[in-house]
């Protein structure tokens, strides 16, 4: 059974950092599944963030949002089963509950590293960590 838990939400003010971390069990992050970062707003449409896929050896290939790119860095630690998303300099219109997730197969972006993301494709859901960011 796959399971997704996310953790490292909070309260910070803009220009701070966050670290979130997805701990995954029931399968093995490997080059078989593409973990991606939602985040949602109360109202609002669950947004991709970033998306990260185990290729070749140790290289994996990620892909962002826009409006997170230079800012946000997703990894992924295959041997603690743990997917992270490093978040720098925030902004007020980054709260919102992030949510990890999974998928079988690979992500898909352009070779700018923009992410072609769809909550749709997304099997496995973890239950959300709020990110609070004030002015």
């Known amino acids: 059974q796959v399971q997704l838990v996310e953790s490292g939400g909070g309260s910070v003010q803009t220009g701070g950092s966050l670290r979130l971390s997805c701990a995954a069990s029931?399968?093995?992050?490997?080059?078989?599944?593409?973990m991606g970062w939602f985040r949602q707003v109360s109202g609002k449409e669950r947004e991709g963030v970033a998306a990260?896929?185990?290729?070749?050896?140790?290289?994996?290939?990620?892909y962002y949002a826009d409006s997170v790119k230079g800012r946000f860095t997703i990894s992924q630690d295959n041997d603690n089963h743990t997917v992270y998303l490093q978040m720098h300099s925030l902004k007020p219109e980054d709260t919102a509950k992030y949510y990890c997730?999974?998928?079988?197969?690979?992500?898909?972006?352009?070779?700018?590293?923009?992410?072609?993301?769809?909550?749709?494709?997304?099997?496995?859901w973890g239950q959300g960590t709020q990110v609070a960011v004030s002015s």
């Open positions: 997730a999974a998928v079988g197969g690979r992500c898909y972006g352009d070779h700018a590293g923009s992410w072609f993301a769809s909550s749709t494709d997304f099997d496995y």
């Open positions: 029931g399968f093995t992050l490997s080059r078989h599944y593409c």
């Open positions: 990260a896929y185990a290729a070749l050896g140790t290289t994996y290939l990620s």
